[in-house]
């Protein structure tokens, strides 16, 4: 797939060598063309000089094209701005963005753009939001067959009791994501819009819980 980063800083820069280590194309947008100095000498994707909010510049680096859009450069507004040009501009819906202020997080959240607040960075947490399902597990246990994997839910099964999508699952919800935040299920928590869930499962039951959970909950569910 291809991929549009704003900011060529240490996040950004590690963001593009890894997704072109792992065969995805990169276009990478800075204000600063010393910026790229950062890339190693053999970077095959596009750098592109200008602002990441600017349509043009963001078209330049094939935006129109793009998978995922990550927005990792020094400034809050800058990183909320750019990854909402990229969504309701140009339709990216897989957009990541980077904040300073974690206090801030719930509102950009409550706008559906995911972000990553500085005191827990890593290019291992964008990466799991931007990559497609199969990506590498957040755990494995030693014999690598029990795992503990994020999976994708199909929009639908929102207000749905977390032990009911268990139940059609077959596989135990260890905690979800909400607003950026861990939270344990209990037999009441409800599954609501933007919940991230994590699932603890056989790594031979992965496909068919992945299948399960990004279609349709029967009407028993």
């Not at 910026?35 to 095959?44: I, M, N, S, V």
């Not at 291992?124 to 990559?131: M, T, V």
Request: charged fraction near 25%; include cysteine.
């Amino acid at each position: 797939m291809h991929v549009v980063i704003m900011g060529c800083g240490r996040v950004g820069s590690t963001i593009a060598h890894i997704l072109e280590d792992n065969g995805h194309s990169v276009a990478i947008i800075d204000r600063d063309p010393q910026a790229f100095r950062r890339l190693r000498a053999g970077f095959r994707g596009r750098r592109v000089t200008g602002i990441g909010f600017d349509r043009q510049v963001l078209q330049e680096a094939g935006i129109e094209s793009a998978a995922a859009y990550v927005a990792v450069s020094s400034g809050d507004n800058s990183n909320i701005i750019s990854a909402r040009v990229a969504r309701e501009t140009f339709g990216v819906d897989n957009v990541v963005a980077r904040i300073y202020d974690p206090r801030r997080a719930e509102v950009y959240q409550r706008l559906g753009i995911p972000t990553v607040a500085t005191v827990r960075w890593t290019a291992d947490q964008i990466l799991r939001r931007i990559l497609p399902e199969g990506a590498e597990p957040l755990w494995r246990d030693p014999t690598g067959q029990v795992l503990l994997a994020e999976v994708a839910i199909n929009p639908a099964w929102i207000g749905t009791k977390v032990t009911d999508v268990e139940e059609a699952a077959g596989a135990r919800v260890a905690f979800l994501n909400r607003m950026g935040e861990a939270l344990v299920t209990k037999s009441d928590t409800v599954v609501q819009e933007g919940d991230v869930l994590h699932v603890i499962a056989d790594e031979n039951d992965m496909d068919r819980i992945n299948k399960v959970l990004a279609a349709v909950p029967e009407e028993s569910h």
